[in-house]
């Protein structure tokens, strides 16, 4: 069992920035995906940026330049840095862990919600 903790979310205004966290804990394998997805009202959850353990990113196309992922994996904490936020960028946020190895698994943090205004 993994349990995901986010911070971070709130109102901001357009061109604004906010920083998400989330801590992983219980069963962490060392090998593993941690990132965030985004879910706005109406719309299918939709990934953000992830990373994993060994640093290899991915980011959605909408979001690259503005937002970026770390973590300390020390921490098992994953980051995400959000500058020049948009009004459409306004969703929950999701964290996620993943891994495959030596069992699969998939978790949810709890959500939090960003809300940009214009």
């Known amino acids: 069992q993994v349990h995901l903790v986010e911070s971070g979310g709130g109102l901001v205004q357009a061109g604004g920035s906010l920083r998400l966290s989330c801590a992983a804990s219980g069963r962490i394998w060392s090998i593993n995906t941690m990132g965030w997805y985004r879910q706005a009202p109406g719309k299918q959850r939709e990934l953000v940026a992830v990373r994993t353990t060994g640093g290899s990113t991915n980011y959605a196309d909408s979001v690259k330049g503005r937002f970026t992922i770390s973590r300390d994996n020390a921490k098992n904490t994953v980051y995400l840095q959000m500058n020049s936020l948009k009004p459409e960028d306004t969703a929950v946020y999701y964290c996620?862990?993943?891994?495959?190895?030596?069992?699969?698994?998939?978790?949810w943090g709890q959500g939090t919600q960003v809300t940009v205004s214009s």
């Open positions: 996620n862990y993943r891994a495959v190895a030596p069992s699969e698994s998939n978790y």
